[in-house]
């Protein structure tokens, strides 16, 4: 990942130990980052707070002194402003039980030490991927958000990654709390493209991703004559009492069960914990239906 002629990245590395973060910089730097350092997770947080500056990714170290990596994320998963700024955890930890603790804690990914240069640029360029998402959704949300409030049924059919994250876009404005939804919805319509649509399996988006031509191979499936006719769906209907989005894709199905939940096993890699999050963050509930290909994601709405 490459960032010549566009903005740099901006990365915070919270590291008690100077090597560490020494490392770090170097790699992230020499693939076009810009970093910024903390050595404590009370100096992270002073820097969290300054309204001048912005990060796309943390990389957060687990064992510190002054304030630990968990306490520090507790704080940083506690405020709307940082509720989708992605946390990766660095440690020596690396059992099923911590994973799983940092996970459900919010931590959007796991690094154990010592880890690969590649391993390391590979889930930072996947969190940078995902914020970058985020903030064109945002960007689009607010130009939407006034145009659609009045919006009950609506039925749409989708091809393309672009298609889907348009979609994401305008249909979230229709509720309440639209960038909170518009992370899932963006998830749920991404997959419905991808792994039904095209085919596309968790071990090859993992591989693609490492290799940094997971869009490129969309495309190119998209060219090709068994996927070229194929269309998703996504509908919208609303009521009183809550929004209900249906979305359908053509492919053959997969099982969603073990990604309902966060999982130690996925922890270290690049994606995987869209639907959880999806689940957790974004709506009331989510259902999957028949084979996999349908699904079903209510928000409640307010009392009037």
Known sequence: MEHE?????????????????????????QKGYSVEPAYDGVEAWELLQRDDVSYDAILLDRMMPRMNGMEL?????????FKMLPVILQTAMGSPEAVREGLN?????????????????????????????????????????DTLTML????FQFRTLAEAKRLSALLSS????????????????INAVEHGNLGVTYKEKSKLIQDNTWEAE?????????????????????????????VVDQGDGFDWKPFMEFSAERAF????????????LSFDAIEYQGNGNTVLARIKLPAA
Request: net charge negative; aromatic share 4%; glycine share 4%.
């Open 269 to 280: 890699d690049p994606h995987g914990r869209g639907i959880s999050l999806a689940r957790m």
């Open 105 to 145: 804690a919010g931590a959007d990914d796991y690094l154990t030490k010592p880890f690969e240069r590649e391993t390391l640029l590979a889930i930072v360029s996947a969190a940078v991927r995902d914020r970058q998402s985020q903030l064109e959704l945002l960007q689009q949300l607010q130009q939407q958000r």
């Open 218 to 246: 969309l495309e190119r499936r998209l060219q090709q004559p068994q996927f070229a006719q194929r269309r998703a769906s996504v509908m919208l209907t609303r009521d009183s009492q809550e929004i209900r989005f249906v």
């Open 152 to 155: 009950r049924y609506g039925e």
């Open 174 to 189: 229709v509720c309440p709390d639209p960038e909170r939804v518009a992370m899932g919805l963006s998830e749920l319509l």
């Open 73 to 81: 994320l507790a704080k940083i998963k506690q405020m709307d402003r």
């Open 5 to 29: 002629g566009t903005s740099a990245p901006h990365i915070l590395i919270v590291d008690d130990e100077p090597f560490n973060i020494e490392i770090l910089t170097e790699h992230l730097e």
